[in-house]
């Protein structure tokens, strides 16, 4: 029988091992999907003190499950110890047994617990199955920075479509660009190679015809080591104006290249790229733009749980208009871009109500700023 000091040190204990579990979990973040990426730490604590028997990750790919790997690696010292799992173990048959049962087979106390899985196989019958087998189950501890972390997973799973990632670069008077001036250089160095980290933990990077037609840009992940980690590309292009000699559309054969473009669109233009390999959505119009919340419908489907809004003004308007933003990203260039510029259709002073600030940094010259909207 715990005393209230046992308590608060055992509570204090959970904190750090899952917020180690959580950071673990980042390994594989952005190469698991559709699954998330979970962390599971072993923890015995035998009186001299806890100590890490077990460490596991959800695989790449999504297979196995972080669980199984940190079950292997503890082996007999699981007997008795406690899982920190950043998601509730699963309980469905995939092509693994459940998690929840192994850990039950494994002999494990006590299961601390992050997340719970909406995941309508799992959705409390993975607690359930632990606690009907005796062990004693702690839920939702951090349960709102691995809510964050898994961000894509769980609004997939909830809202079926993907988590919004808004990011836009403003000038240090509130501009994104300059009118007919192609791609303008607002951050530097340091702040590319986080959009390139961003970009690589994305499923899908989105851009409107217009930011398409006058920057040319590649939208890939160009930072060495992580050259194979760019996500498909999609371009909201309602007409098909889209140029085979973009680099877009020449970069086809490594990188896929979405047309989101309406049905009634010039079958000529649509055979064209489709034979330089650009694949088609079909959407629907609504105020003159592509119909939103149906094309995210579409990319969940296609198993898309994040995806990456990178301009321009007119497409990160539309999606804060229709309540689609779930995370905005913002970077802060130093220089000015006066006369000429767009403005930005939001900044850190206008960050739309529901949004609570996760973090603020610096990278070089730049500011950085994070924001997101519990679900
Ligand atoms: C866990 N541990 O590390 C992960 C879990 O297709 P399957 O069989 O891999 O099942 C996918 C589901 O597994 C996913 O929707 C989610 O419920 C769960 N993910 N569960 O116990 C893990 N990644
Ligand atoms: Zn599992």
Known sequence: AGSRQDEAAQAALDHRFMA??????RRNAGRTSTNPSVGTLIVR???????IVGTGVTAVGGRPHAETEALAEAGELAR???????LEPCAHHGRTPPCANALVNAGVARVVGAASDPDPRVSGKGYAILRAAGIEVVEKVLAAQ????MAGYLIRSLRKRPEVILKLALSSDGKIGREGAGQVAITGDMARREVYLMRAEADAILVGIGTALEDDPALTVRLPGLENRSPARIVLDRQIRLPEASKLVSGVDRVPLYVAACLEADPQRRAALERAGVRFIGTETHEGGVALPELLEDLAALGMASVLVEGGARVASAFLADGLVDRIVLFQGPEAIGEGGIAS???????????????????????????????
Not at 45 to 51: F, T
């Open 146 to 149: 691995a809510a964050e972390q």
């Open 45 to 51: 604590n035998d009186g001299a003190g806890p100590m």
């Open 80 to 86: 008795g110890a406690t899982a920190y799992v950043t």
């Open 345 to 375: 259709p939001i900044d850190a002073d206008h960050i739309p109500a529901g949004f609570r600030k996760l973090r603020e940094m610096r990278f070089g010259e730049d500011g950085y700023a994070e924001w997101i909207r519990d679900l």
């Open 20 to 25: 180690a579990a959580l950071r673990l979990s």
